[in-house]
DNA sequence: GCACTATATTCCTTAAAAAGAATATATAAG
DNA sequence: CTTATATATTCTTTTTAAGGAATATAGTGC
């Protein structure tokens, strides 16, 4: 049950599930994501965390940046038919759908500096 | 987006999941309810209602009772899936499995009174 | 009409989550 | 070792959700 409320929770809130739309189309770090949701490094950070936390991302240092991606879901049983779903939930949505549009035009080596 | 996050948000809380797994196996009124979980009785109607909102359980009146029972989830795209999921989703977890034990010997006429 | 019962709602208090500012850590480059 | 940059963490404040007590509503039966 811990589990499953952990995962709920962190679906709970707009910020993160687009985070997860998006990495459903390219890694991203942390300056990319608050690029594209316009949100203080520190708050894009925390969302990540808690994400991490309900096994739905997960994290891969390169250098200097961390990137985050899709997890594979096997965490709960949960975490994976969620994320299956996600695939094809909320791709009407207007926001979302701005936002994916933009994604190849983020460019880290501008973002980051 | 937004009736995304409401359906989240009332899959946050225990209480609600529990009543949601109770449903699963009979339409219950009120004081059934707050019998089974041992909580006062407004706050189920709280939760009954913020599962309600988020189109995961339906109500029928009948006379001084109000059956609720799990609905079609023809409101979004979501509640049909975690429906269906929630029908195998949790039942290993002892707290779940020992409610739903105890609900054939739930009785109306003896709770409510 | 009145009394009774099941449920809903309101209001207030408490707990939990989110936002913001500041600071810390870690890695890279000189 | 120093500087610079990306990310993480902490601490405080604000917002949101949950719990509890009291009251309101809506039926039922007399």
């Given at each position: 049950m811990k589990d499953f409320i952990i995962?709920?929770?962190a679906l709970s809130d707009p910020n993160r599930v687009k985070i997860i739309k998006m990495?459903?189309?390219k890694s991203m770090c942390v300056c990319e994501i608050k690029a594209a949701l316009k949100l203080p490094q520190p708050s894009v950070s925390k969302h990540l965390k808690i994400l991490e936390k309900a096994g739905l991302v997960s994290s891969q240092k390169d250098g200097l940046w961390v990137n985050y991606h899709l997890s594979n879901g096997r965490s709960t049983p949960y975490t994976a038919t969620i994320l299956e779903n996600l695939k094809h939930w909320l791709n009407d949505d207007s926001e979302i759908a701005r936002l994916?549009?933009?994604i190849p035009f983020l460019n880290r080596k501008e973002?980051?500096?």
């Open positions: 995962v709920m929770k990495l459903q189309h994916i549009e933009k973002l980051c500096s």
